[in-house]
């Protein structure tokens, strides 16, 4: 039995899409292609985050030290073959969308989820 409890990082993920569907939709009364081509790049980053939350904390306490390690090699490295994956997948499929937006919505979105992860820990 472990007396540290798991943080609630699943809602780091949550507070992402809070603010990035409605973010798209405003955007699509203006431009279609550009609001998917931010929700895509989005959701490329929120997603393999969400997993590597998962599997690094799956386990806790000292005596399962073993498996949260191994969780976390297999969440770092299922973050890096998800996102990778994912953008290919974006490239070969996302012929109307603009690389540019998706790019830019991914990169946006890493120091918001920092931020979200600040602010939910320290509370």
Same mark, same amino acid.
């Given at each position: 039995?472990?007396?540290?409890?798991?943080?609630?990082?699943?809602?780091? /993920?949550?507070?992402?899409?809070?603010? !990035?569907?409605?973010?798209?939709?405003?955007?699509?009364?203006?431009?279609?292609?550009?609001?998917?081509?931010?929700?895509?790049?989005?959701?490329?980053?929120?997603?393999?985050?969400?997993?590597?939350?998962?599997?690094?904390?799956?386990?806790?306490?000292? &005596?399962?030290?073993?498996?949260?390690?191994?969780?976390?090699?297999?969440?770092?490295?299922?973050?890096?073959?998800?996102? /990778?994956? !994912?953008?290919?997948?974006?490239?070969?499929?996302?012929?109307? !969308?603009?690389? !540019?937006?998706?790019?830019?919505?991914?990169?946006?979105?890493?120091?918001?989820?920092?931020?979200?992860?600040? &602010?939910?820990?320290?509370?």
């Amino acid at each position: 039995m472990t007396t540290i409890s798991t943080p609630p990082l699943y809602k780091v /993920a949550l507070y992402q899409l809070l603010i !990035l569907l409605p973010f798209c939709g405003i955007v699509a009364g203006f431009d279609k292609i550009l609001a998917s081509s931010i929700l895509v790049g989005g959701l490329i980053q929120i997603g393999p985050q969400a997993w590597f939350a998962h599997q690094a904390f799956k386990y806790t306490g000292a &005596r399962q030290v073993d498996k949260v390690v191994r969780a976390i090699y297999w969440g770092e490295s299922g973050k890096v073959v998800l996102t /990778a994956a !994912l953008f290919v997948t974006t490239f070969i499929l996302g012929k109307q !969308l603009d690389f !540019l937006a998706v790019f830019s919505a991914f990169t946006v979105m890493i120091p918001i989820q920092w931020f979200i992860t600040v &602010r939910i820990l320290n509370s």
